[in-house]
């Protein structure tokens, strides 16, 4: 039994919630309140030992603060916990872990300068019989758990020199390593390959066959269809679904969690023809930095005003790499590129701003965000808003400028004070966005622009993207999504292992096509 879909709130069923003798952890009336807002309202739902319960709902819809009340982060405003019946309060997320509660976040919380094993044991290494820290056992351990998720990461690898898929995997590994009851997954496979998602899948259903509960969150809808056993769906911060995942279908869960039927996205590719090259990359290639980084060499490309091209390839192919070379934000080792017509060498991301360059990268929350800052003065950290006489800053200019995309981003926010830690991932990347529409930017390269980002939003940032394109911006589009880069793209290269192995046009384009060129052993002839 399920949710009827009513607008009206409350309109729920009971069914699919074990009964809270049955839960390890149940939620009961939890309500939460920011700057004034309420964010959750009376939310409640039972995690059950061995089974997979999908948290669902818009970016905004309230999920991340629901997750932050089960670690530890945040304490409810009403409404109680309980953990095999009796009522607990958590008195920070170390409580919640201590008490069987592990979480991955969307957003990493790992250790940059620490090796692999370090991160996995952090704050709890062991010792042997004479005191001193146990590094042969740890690496043992780490290995294991490493094999466990059928991931070859070394113990000895410094967790700043892993790709995000590879970070992602130690966040698993962690979770894996505090012998949890619990394991809050919020966006687990984001960043993960086709290949690295089935291994997830796989260490999920030994999980629950070990008797572990999962809160499982994700916007792929597939995979929450393939590994949940019950769901609830959120919308502006109550409950309006929840039931066994077997008697709801997509369009269900699509319709509950954004309150309206959504078609299918379509296909769409330039009808005009693209106007003047704006990039023009020749023969770039990287300096290595590492052994294990990816090292571009000798890509060449151009992308024309008013075109979207899509770069597609699997994790650590180095199109990342492609992206911060462009942007001045790694160093360029040999090659050339071109910007208007005119030779471009960037010595870092100030002079490609300057020259009309804009880069959402795909890690937001270490070189996009700053958290603890308002949503105005993230909005206004690259010089969208000038500064007035004599330097001062003008706050009052930059909420002002900022509400004028509040509404054409449909940016769900308590108040343009409120910290943008306080957003969901989709609207933090909203955020991110408008502040380079100001710049009004020639180049536009967006590297995973819709990871982590509900159903409804991602349509809403491909629209905007669309526009852009319209307008006569060029953009240079990064996704590991292959549907997005086929529903985008005017035209698709395909890259493996630094050199590019293929050129296809949009209308042309399919995923077995993509793929077949993303795995090609050598570039393209």
Known sequence: MIGSGSNARGAVSSGGVAPPDEAFLGVHDLTKNFFGVTVLDGVSLSLTAGKVHALLGENGAGKSTLINLLSGIHQPDGGTLRIDGQVVAFSGPTDAQRRGISTIHQEFSLFPTLTVAETLFAGRLPVNRIGLVDWRGIAAKTEAVMQQLGADIAPGRRVADLSIAEQQLVEIGRALTLKSRLIIMDEPTASLTPREVGRLKSVIRSLTAEGVAILFVSHRLEEVKELSDSFTVLRDGAVVARGEIADASIDDLVRWMVGRDLLEEGRHHAISTPGAIVLEVDNLSSRPRSARSAFVESISFAVRSGEIVGLAGLVGAGRTEIARLIFGADPIGSGSIRLNGHPFRPSGPGDAIAAGVALVPEDRKHQSLFPSLPISENFAAVGSVRPGPFGFLRRKAERLALQQFRDRLKL????????????????????????????????????????????GAKLDLHHLLRELAADGVAILLISSDLPEILALSDRILTIRSGRLTGELAGREADEESLMRLMTLPKAAA
């Open 412 to 455: 769900r926010a308590a108040g343009a004070d409120a910290p943008i830690a306080t957003l969901s991932g989709g609207n933090q990347q909203k955020v991110i966005l408008a502040r380079w529409l100001v710049l009004k930017p020639r180049l536009l390269i967006v590297d995973e622009p819709t990871r982590g980002v509900d159903i």
